[in-house]
């Protein structure tokens, strides 16, 4: 075990805090500093999409640890406190709060939503994205309120699917020619389109969002196609991209990310590591690689407290990318990668009736799996790609 005393991990995330768990499990002894610059102990982000939209959890039932776990970890808990600058020099963060010395740092910040480039009113439109943005957004959805989502990911199809839940009237634009076009492909973007459209959704594809209507108050959105929808709120899910902003005069590599080595450690340092869906790392069978899935962050954090304490024992971080998403009352799992250059197969089930598992392929390899209501399945080519993934890289 190296001799580091201090570690500060900036990002009280899911990744930031299973970091801080596994570091404490190793046996690390030393000082934790925990800096959050959100006011609230982590918690869970998955369902801020789903039940506390719907009014079905509510906040404290969220949290990642209760406040007896919490005590146990030991750490110097920095909460409402957002980082400004790192000084790889003096090996010093500096915060909204003052400055933190470390031994060793990690960066688990996540990644901030995309905003539209365009003029937004005062009031009722929303990037959701924290536990605050949940709430705000939620008091909004109420029965037969006019809510339009912009974007059919993940993200837009879960708002879509909550607010339909609780009697909102959605209209959802997604520039592409299907929700999940983009990911998934084609076939499973018509498999969406119909599950949305059965769920009294209007999805309105190959369309973007140019404007909003409305001064202090959102009142509808125009469209690229000349159309104007009425909308009483706007929820924008249009992607995210890491939130490195505080890092621009740090002297870090950034690239869409921090950019990491194999073991998750920034290029050019000794000292310091990002986890989540912040990190930028060199997968050994995918190359350079940035996931933003909560298993990701999960595994990853624990992959850096390896590297962290022994780094000469720390092997490549090697997941096979997998994710979920609750849409309706459908379970959409995938795990692997689709390349361009990927076919799809129907392999269980039948798209006719929503559920189904198919796998993609490059030449007779299969690189990932996609299931609606079938994870059994998806289980199973999980298993069988991460095998085969680890040795080796999949087909171009």
């Not at 369309?207 to 104007?228: I, K, P, R, Y």
Request: hydrophobic letters at 45%.
């Amino acid at each position: 075990m190296v001799n580091r005393q201090s570690i500060v991990i900036v990002g009280a995330s899911l990744a930031g805090i299973r970091c801080a768990e596994a570091l404490r499990l190793n046996g690390f002894a030393g000082s934790i500093a925990l800096i959050g610059a959100e006011p609230h102990a982590p918690y869970d982000r998955p369902p801020l999409s789903k039940q506390i939209l719907r009014h079905e959890r509510v906040p404290a039932e969220i949290a990642l640890l209760g406040a007896a776990d919490l005590s146990r970890l030991d750490l110097r808990m920095c909460l409402g406190t957002e980082a400004t600058a790192l000084d790889l020099n003096r090996q010093i963060v500096t915060t909204t709060s003052g400055e933190f010395g470390f031994d060793a740092l990690v960066i688990a910040t996540g990644a901030v939503p995309r905003r539209l480039q365009m003029r937004h009113p005062a009031d009722g439109v929303f990037y959701l994205r924290t536990l605050d943005d949940a709430i705000a957004l939620g008091a909004r959805i109420v029965p037969e309120a006019k809510v339009v989502v912009i974007g059919g990911g993940f993200i837009g199809g879960e708002v879509a699917s909550s607010a339909r839940a609780r009697g909102a009237r959605v209209t959802m634009l997604e520039a592409s020619a299907g929700p999940l076009a983009p990911i998934l492909g084609s076939d499973i973007a018509g498999v969406c389109s119909e599950l949305y459209r059965r769920h009294g959704i209007d999805l309105r594809c190959s369309v973007m969002a140019t404007g909003f209507l409305g001064e202090a108050e959102v009142s509808g959105v125009v469209l690229s196609d000349g159309q104007t929808v009425d909308a009483d709120v706007v929820a924008v899910g249009v992607g995210a991209k890491p939130a490195t902003d505080w890092l621009g005069s740090s002297g870090l590599s950034l690239a869409d990310g921090v950019v990491c080595d194999s073991i998750c450690q920034a290029v050019g340092t000794d000292s310091v590591y990002a986890a989540g869906d912040v990190a930028r790392w060199e997968h050994p069978a995918f190359g350079s690689i940035r996931i933003e899935h909560w298993t990701n962050a999960v595994e990853q954090a624990s992959a850096v407290a390896d590297s962290i304490l022994a780094p000469e024992q720390a092997q490549p971080y090697a997941p096979l990318p997998y994710f979920w998403s609750d849409q309706f009352d459908t379970k959409i799992q995938f795990a692997g990668v689709k390349s361009p250059a990927a076919r799809f197969e129907l392999v269980d089930g039948s798209i006719e009736s929503g559920a189904f598992a198919g796998v993609y392929r490059v030449g007779n390899q299969v690189t990932g799996c996609v299931g609606f209501n079938r994870p059994r399945i998806v289980t199973s080519f999980r298993r069988q790609m991460l095998e085969s993934f680890r040795d080796a890289a999949p087909a171009a």
